[in-house]
Antibody
């Protein structure tokens, strides 16, 4: 069974750096894109970007481009979401999810397996 | 960030059938398939419907999806107390080159 396991909750101060992780079990890690999704407290899901672990090809949502960095380590089936300087407005839960591409008569893309989420709290 | 439009809330009594609408545009729902996610409080979203109307293994047949043009809908029949949750529609957006989500609909079982 495919499982995405994320690193634990983090408490940071504004301006600090942070790297959270998402490890994939039970699947060929390099066959699928992994997406990251933000959920502000009490708010909807927001798409941040995706990474293809085989070659680290990365696509960012314009809303997050330049503020976060996605990376991957194939050797340990893990992707990362990183900030160099956190802001209080980054306080949120962050989810990773596998992007499945189904090609039949039409091509369907959907997030089929999700990590449990990592709560990031940024406060002075 | 652009979003798909959903009603903020929907409700029904046990056993009733309810529907949730999702409105988008030509770069997302109009061109690509629609997916639905269920998110219980404090948990990760769970894939409920993919490819407009396909249920993953383990999802009850009470949940069904449909799509027409730039809109989609999720129907829940035989409503149960365990269906109280937030429901999100989503689709790939060709302009964003990523997934666009709905604003979410909170379902309450009266």
């Amino acid at each position: 069974e495919v499982q995405l396991v994320q690193s634990g909750a983090e408490g940071k101060k504004p301006g600090e750096s942070l790297k959270i992780s998402c490890k994939v079990f039970g699947d060929t890690f390099t066959d699928y894109w992994i997406g990251w999704v933000r959920q502000l407290p009490g708010k909807e899901l927001e798409w941040m970007g995706i990474i293809y672990p085989e070659d680290s090809d990365t696509r960012y949502s314009p809303s997050f481009q330049g503020h976060v960095t996605l990376s991957a380590d194939k050797s340990i089936s893990t992707t990362y979401l990183q900030w160099s300087a956190l802001k209080a407005s980054d306080t949120a839960t962050y989810f990773c999810a596998r992007l499945f591409v189904q090609k039949t008569s039409v091509t369907s893309l959907f997030l089929d397996y999700w990590g449990q989420g990592t709560l990031v709290t940024v406060s002075s | 960030q652009p979003v798909l439009i959903q009603p903020p809330s929907a409700s029904g009594t046990p056993g009733q059938r309810i529907t949730i609408s999702c409105s988008g545009g030509t770069s997302n729902i109009g061109k690509n398939t629609v997916n639905w996610y269920q998110q219980l409080p404090g948990t990760a979203p769970k894939l409920l419907i993919h490819s407009n109307n396909q249920r993953p293994s383990g999802v009850p047949a009470r949940f069904s999806g449909s799509k027409s043009g730039t809109s989609a809908s999720l129907a829940i029949s035989g409503l149960q107390s365990g269906d109280e949750s937030e429901y999100y529609c989503a689709a790939w957006d060709d302009s964003l080159n990523g997934v666009i989500f709905g604003v979410g609909t909170k379902v309450t079982v009266l």
